[in-house]
């Protein structure tokens, strides 16, 4: 059985340790900072601490964590059992972690009375032992944000981190989804509605299923859908999007938008993706004057005139 991977991140104060750890806790790792270093042995391998989770972890620790000692640091690290140790060291140019101490209007904690400049040389000499013993140093002097994240993931994130995907439907005469990232009008499809037998039947009955599909533009329409949003699942992932909604609009959110949505929840998971399916207006009550509304479709405008 493979053993957890371990990653202590270390390094320069201000050269960007909160913006891995929050990256990795993003990506499923364990994550704890400033973990005082008599406690790194008993979280690593206590019960009490992680009970059986075997979840990647991250430490970071830095000269503000209680105890810190780079040289006993690297020991320790070594000798943890029952985990893959790595060391990951954050280093920055002086000028420009002098830049972000004067920007954020922080002091640097080895220099609370002096210039930054002098703590920033103090922390340098202070760390040498964890830097050479480093697995992987990243160099954050010249790096943006999202490209630090992009080299992380690169390193550091698990195979998959595409966006939990949840499909939806509902009616537009009852509001437009407020969650949806990606919306898709399905008015455009002959209405079941005005069909008496269909009428109190939903997109989720076979009936209703075998009405909407035998218009000539469903299939097509929905092949579309689903190559449109296989393609941008991955994308939004690697934008580091956690959730992705694609909801489906009907007039009263009971047929054609259910339909869809069952439809193309049952198309992705075909795909191998794991799907949720929220459907929002599903129990309403069959309604002719908000079938009428404008936009529902000629099918239920007409009927309501004649």
Request: include cysteine.
């Given at each position: ?12 104060s ?11 806790e993003d990506?499923?790792?364990d ?11 008993r ?16 430490v ?7 105890g810190?000692?780079p040289?006993?640091?690297v ?23 002098i ?5 954020t209007?922080r ?8 210039p ?9 000499t ?11 140093i ?7 944000p ?14 998959n ?8 439907s ?6 437009a989804s407020?969650?949806?990232d ?6 455009f ?24 599909s035998k ?37 009263g ?25 929220r459907h929002?207006?599903l129990?309403s009550a069959?309604?002719?004057s908000i ?11 007409t009927d309501?005139?004649?």
């Open positions: 059985m493979a053993t957890p991977r371990f990653l202590l991140v270390t390094g320069m201000g050269a960007g340790k909160s913006s891995v750890l929050d990256a990795l990506w499923g790792w994550v704890v900072d400033n973990l005082p270093l008599g406690l790194l042995k979280y690593v391998s206590g019960t009490d601490f992680r009970g059986d989770d075997i979840s990647p972890m991250a970071g620790m830095d000269v503000r964590s209680r810190f000692n040289d006993k640091l020991g320790k690290i070594a000798s943890l059992a029952g985990v893959t140790p790595e060391i990951l060291y954050l280093d920055c140019a002086g000028t420009e972690l830049r972000r101490y004067d920007e209007r002091r640097h904690p080895m220099a609370q009375d002096r930054a400049e002098d703590g920033i040389a103090l922390e340098r202070l760390t040498a032992p964890l830097r050479q013993a480093a697995d992987q990243i160099d954050t002097t010249d790096m943006k999202a490209e630090l994240r992009d080299e992380l993931k690169r390193r550091y994130a698990s195979a981190t595409d966006p939990v995907v949840t499909i939806g509902f009616g537009f005469a009852r509001g407020r969650t949806a990606l919306m898709f009008d399905m008015r499809i002959d209405n079941p509605h005005w069909v008496e037998e269909l009428r109190p039947l939903t997109g989720l009955d076979a009936p209703v299923q075998a009405h909407v218009d000539p533009a469903w299939s097509q329409t929905l092949d579309r859908i689903e190559e449109l949003v296989l393609d941008l699942i991955p994308r939004y992932g690697a934008a580091g999007k956690h959730y992705l909604t694609v909801a489906f609009g009907c007039t959110g009971r047929h054609r938008s259910v339909a869809a949505a069952a439809e193309m929840a049952e198309r992705l998971q075909k795909s191998g993706l794991t799907v949720n399916v929002r207006d129990k069959p309604s002719d079938e009428s509304m404008p936009g529902a479709g000629m099918d239920g405008l309501n005139i004649l």
